[in-house]
């Protein structure tokens, strides 16, 4: 959309500097931005990329003149692109439509505004709220809920009596509400503990594709509001993860597991079963968690340990070929002079 910079600024807190009868229409970096589009100053580093850029209007909390631009002030240069790009960039709503060719039973309850796409299955007594998405090949189980504003795109599961709550985006792929991993040895044989649980999934959660939540033996896994869960990351039976916790791609829980609110689980973690990790945990990318972590702990490595403690082990470990060679240097002047 066409918008000037006397229109957007207030939208994101601004103050213009410069022109405000800019129409901007885009927004793009420095370096593929045109001269309908409005950029961002990230550092005073980018100041050659900045004047050089065809952006007419630049979005900075960190420079205060670039030549030939006009500058939009903000408290957060981040924060107020990503907030011009939902403005500017929105896409047109589209009309709710429910496709002939989607299954839906007399059972389940379907509210106003709802868009369910070709090929979806809806369950029996299955519950979508108001302005929801349902995508291609989609299947919402029996006795399932899905909120009010939320997206689920193609080829999602969301298995029988799982929840999932209002404006919720769940991408491709992912399944919600497998059976949770668990067998038990009976005289050389397995035995498969039936999951008799469900998953329950809070408000504003987002889960990228390929995600794999598993529903709990009894009672529920949980995940609270605001969670941001990336690809390919697996959560296992009665995890509880709390609010706004940021979970990256190809991490591992184990069942059980209890996560704290405003934690970040970095990529390919693997965190082990009937743990509890406290609250603003902040776990680095690799590492394996043996045991409990204490709120608002910084830790990486495997065993995880405080990234300070591990640094220095590393540089020690990377002095050893020397230490080694003095150590050997010693003993053969210590054999020569006997």
Do not use: W
């Not at 939009?72 to 240069?77: E, F, I």
């Not at 299955?121 to 291609?136: F, Q, R």
């Not at 940021?246 to 591992?252: N, Y």
């Not at 934690?263 to 009937?274: E, L, R, S, T």
């Amino acid at each position: 959309m066409d918008i000037t910079l006397k229109e957007l600024a207030p939208l994101l807190g601004a103050e213009i500097k410069g022109d405000p009868g800019i129409i901007v229409s885009g927004v793009a970096d420095l370096q593929g931005a045109t001269k309908n589009d409005i950029s961002f100053i990230l550092a005073p580093k980018y100041m050659a990329a900045a004047e050089k850029s065809q952006a007419p209007a630049l979005l900075t909390d960190s420079v205060e003149i670039v030549s030939g631009k006009t500058m939009l002030k903000v408290k957060s240069a981040k924060a107020a692109y990503v907030k011009a790009m939902s403005i500017i960039m929105a896409k047109p709503k589209k009309q709710p439509r429910i496709s002939p060719k989607a299954s839906i039973p007399a059972s389940a309850r379907i509210a106003q505004g709802v868009t369910i796409e070709d090929f979806a299955v809806i369950g029996d007594n299955a519950s979508i709220g108001e302005n929801s998405h349902i995508g291609t090949f989609t299947t919402i189980g029996d006795g399932a809920s899905v909120g009010a504003g939320t997206v689920i795109y193609s080829n999602v599961c969301v298995y029988a009596g799982c929840s999932i709550g209002g404006d919720c985006i769940i991408h491709s792929g992912t399944v919600i509400g497998a059976d949770g991993f668990s067998f038990i040895e009976d005289n050389g044989a397995l035995l498969k503990v039936p999951q008799i649980g469900n998953v329950k999934i809070g408000s504003g959660v987002e889960i990228g594709s390929n995600a794999c939540i598993d529903r709990a033996a009894f009672g529920s896994t949980k995940i609270g509001n605001h969670v941001k869960i990336d690809n390919l990351v697996h959560i296992a039976h009665n995890c509880e993860i709390g609010d706004g916790t940021i979970i990256i791609a190809q991490a591992g829980i184990a069942g059980s597991t209890k996560i704290g609110s405003g934690c970040i689980i970095g990529g390919q973690v693997g965190i082990v079963d009937h743990v509890t990790i406290g609250d603003g945990a902040k776990i680095g990318s690799q590492a394996g968690i043996p045991g409990n972590v204490e709120a608002g702990a910084v830790i990486t490595g495997t065993p995880a340990r405080p990234v300070m403690q591990l640094r220095k082990a590393e540089a020690y470990m990377m002095k050893l070929e020397d230490l080694f060679k003095r150590v050997k240097a010693l003993e053969i002047s210590f054999k020569e002079k006997k």
